[in-house]
């Protein structure tokens, strides 16, 4: 590269930082500006909505001592009549309208209304999609104890309600009345005065309502909000540029409930912007070429006559001895082209002496390397092709040495090879007989677990045939060749089963060996010990004494009456189990902790009680279910299950326990079984 090039390319580079700098603290200006606007922008969000939720609010008090004071009303919801509650509400123009039959009405009364009893189930509700789940927990608890409750509440996938609660006195007990207002209207007032769409989103970044749901979808598929945090982004989409704000708000149990997303149309005011910064660095573009042109042919001009003198170098460097330099004057030029005669002169002797010696080399090289690739043929596959490839693959240097050298490398190399393998050859002999031997022992350990397996597997109840009106259906997959779970059912008398789950700690053989003998002292001791308290305290003394390995095994363990359904359960550590109703419901059940067994003697453990209804079932399992993994380490979970469980209502009970399994394989996708799996349905039929 020419000299006059460098320098040009160096002034340009300088330019190019300059204007570089100058475009750097433009955009971190610009973005200043930005933040600024987007804060206040949010800010004010925030604000005009807590405006609106604070009036509608108070409006919706005020329905809310409306229907209190209907006597009317608390009459027949305590007589539970629907329609004469509904009449009432008539009369006295406060009927609730189903929410989204008129969205864009601002005017509308009521979206539902509901009165809920302490005993938290729905005594009344108008207008709700989901009268089920209109108040949450926490929101309830706060009403039935006298406290007036308002706030957002999303009620399924794209129901969102502006609700306040209040508690009444009904002929029946205390009970909390509860009143809302879609949040479409609240909305709607929030996008004409920001002159934007607005939507609310849950927090798992779900739409619930919106004033353009259309113009919702096409913008969100470029988004990537966070509902828990706000946000002001830009989004270009077609032709048109839009402003996106996320300010996340509460909902009536104080904690966040989603966000309210403005999506406002700026494209004139962006497309204005982006066309000036175009056309500001487009100039200051220009202007660096122009001054990297105008450098460049100064230097050309200046650097001529000694182009002439680097031209006339650069052909004696080639060999060209004949060049010659007309050199006038005691110049820097004249003075160049004496040295350049003196050069060339020398150059040919040089270039004679060099040829000579090269010839000579090469016949000595050719000798050293047919030797040598001879010798390399010996080697092994991998060490042939790598001194091969050296022997054949020249030098890339212009000493005259280095061809000797590189055969010596080759040399020294092939000597380190031959020794290396001989010494590799002598230690996979070693290692071969070694293998043999090691192999042989794994075979006989891998029979001798599957037979331990199959013993196991033994162990366990195989008949599933009704007792006394109990039907009983269950599954164990260890995780290795045997495991630690089991599960047993057996009758103490004519009328009562003992049903128990339990999980030993670790795996593998010892956890086998301790499930065994937990298995078997609980039979025992159950002949003895018909409550469940006592029978699991006499049974943890026994594991304790000289536990000295200090393994343990969690363990839930009922009597289930077969006459009236009823249960007396006691829990030794164990994951509570589900109480499954006739008619799907799903609820966990009092856990009753105790600690679990073997690890100190002398301990008590809580008795509960409990009654099913025919139909109803106990679903027990182990934490192999719930503490599966799938690869991206995420946890199975008590929540899927509880989905899971709710899903299968309909299917025959038999196959609850196998379908809970294959759905924990299908969520671990593949992966390793982490611990044993074990689950238990009984299932009260009722007497006969």
Not at 23 to 50: F, I, K, P, Y
Not at 104 to 116: E, F, H, R, T
Not at 225 to 234: C, E, G, I, K, S
């Amino acid at each position: 590269m020419l000299l006059r090039t460098r320098i040009s390319i160096v002034a340009a580079l300088g330019f190019s930082v300059v204007l570089v700098l100058m475009a750097v603290a433009s955009a971190l200006r610009e973005n200043m500006l930005e933040q600024r606007v987007a804060d206040t922008a949010l800010a004010g969000q925030a604000a005009l909505w807590d405006e609106t939720t604070e009036v509608e609010s108070n409006r919706l008090l005020g329905h809310l001592a409306e229907i209190a004071r209907l006597a009317s009303f608390g009459a027949a919801i305590s007589s539970d009549n629907r329609d004469a509650a509904l009449k009432a509400l008539t009369e006295a123009g406060l009927t609730p309208k189903e929410a989204g039959k008129s969205p864009g009405d601002a005017d509308a009364a009521l979206s539902l209304v509901a009165v809920i009893g302490a005993n938290r189930e729905t005594l009344f509700a108008a207008g709700a999609q989901s009268a089920g789940s209109i108040l949450d927990a926490s929101s309830l608890d706060r009403a039935l104890a006298g406290e007036q409750v308002t706030g957002l509440r999303l009620i399924g996938a794209d129901q969102a309600y502006l609700l306040a609660a209040r508690p009444v006195l009904l002929a029946g007990g205390p009970a909390v009345l509860v009143v809302g207002r879609s949040a479409q209207p609240l909305l709607a007032r929030l996008a004409r005065r920001l002159s934007g769409a607005a939507s609310l989103i849950s927090l798992r970044g779900q739409l619930s309502v919106a004033t353009d749901p259309a113009l919702w979808t096409r913008v969100q598929a470029h988004l990537a909000l966070a509902p828990r945090a706000a946000a002001f982004t830009q989004v270009d989409l077609d032709d048109r540029i839009y402003a996106v704000s996320s300010v996340p708000v509460n909902g009536i149990s104080g904690g966040l409930a989603g966000a309210i997303v403005l999506i406002s149309d700026t494209t004139a005011v962006q497309s204005a912007s982006r066309t000036l910064n175009r056309l500001a660095i487009g100039v200051e573009l220009l202007l660096v070429l122009l001054g990297v042109v105008g450098l460049n042919a100064y230097l050309w001009l200046s650097f001529r006559p000694l182009q002439s003198a680097i031209d006339a170098l650069q052909a004696l460097s080639r060999g060209d001895v004949s060049v010659r330099l007309d050199a006038r004057g005691g110049d820097e030029i004249g003075r160049i082209g004496e040295a350049v005669t003196v050069f060339r002169r020398d150059a040919h002797a040089l270039t004679t002496a060099r040829a000579l010696r090269e010839r000579v080399r090469r016949r000595q090289e050719s000798v050293i390397q047919r030797e040598l690739t001879v010798l390399a043929e010996t080697t092994d596959s991998e060490g042939r092709d790598a001194l091969l490839a050296l022997l054949n693959n020249p030098v890339g240097s212009e000493r005259a040495d280095d061809s000797l050298r590189q055969l010596a490398q080759v040399m020294g190399s092939l000597t380190g090879r031959i020794i290396d393998q001989h010494q590799r050859l002598s230690t996979m002999v070693v290692e071969l007989r070694e293998a043999l031997r090691v192999k042989t022992q794994l075979i006989a350990i891998q029979q001798e677990l599957e037979i331990a397996r199959e013993m196991q597997l033994s162990f366990l109840p195989r008949a599933f045939e009704p007792v006394n009106g109990l039907a009983v259906h269950g599954t164990m997959v260890p995780a290795k060749e045997i495991g630690g779970d089991f599960f047993d059912f057996f009758q103490l008398d004519e009328h009562r089963v003992a049903i128990t789950v339990a999980d030993v700690s670790g795996k593998g053989v010892p956890a086998a060996l301790f499930m065994a003998v937990s298995r078997t002292l609980l039979r025992a001791v159950a002949q003895f010990e018909d409550r469940p308290g006592p029978c699991l305290a006499r049974l943890n003394d026994l594991l304790a004494a000289d536990n000295e390995r200090v393994m343990f095994v969690t363990l839930f363990y009922a009597v289930i009456d077969s006459r009236d359904g009823s249960i007396v359960y006691a829990n030794a550590g164990h994951n509570p189990p589900y109480r499954l109703r006739a008619d799907g419901g799903l609820q966990a059940i009092d856990p009753a902790d105790g600690m679990a067994l073997a690890i100190l003697e002398d301990n008590e453990y809580p008795e509960h009680r409990m009654v099913l209804s025919p139909g109803d079932a106990l679903f027990l399992y182990t934490d192999g279910v719930t503490e599966a993994f799938d690869p991206g380490q995420q946890m199975f979970g008590e929540a899927r299950l509880e989905s899971l469980l709710a899903s299968l209502h309909g299917v025959p009970r038999q196959e609850w326990p196998q379908r809970v399994i294959d759905a924990v394989n299908r969520f671990e996708a593949g992966g390793p079984q982490t611990d044993d799996i074990t689950c238990l349905i009984a299932t009260y039929q009722g007497v006969a």
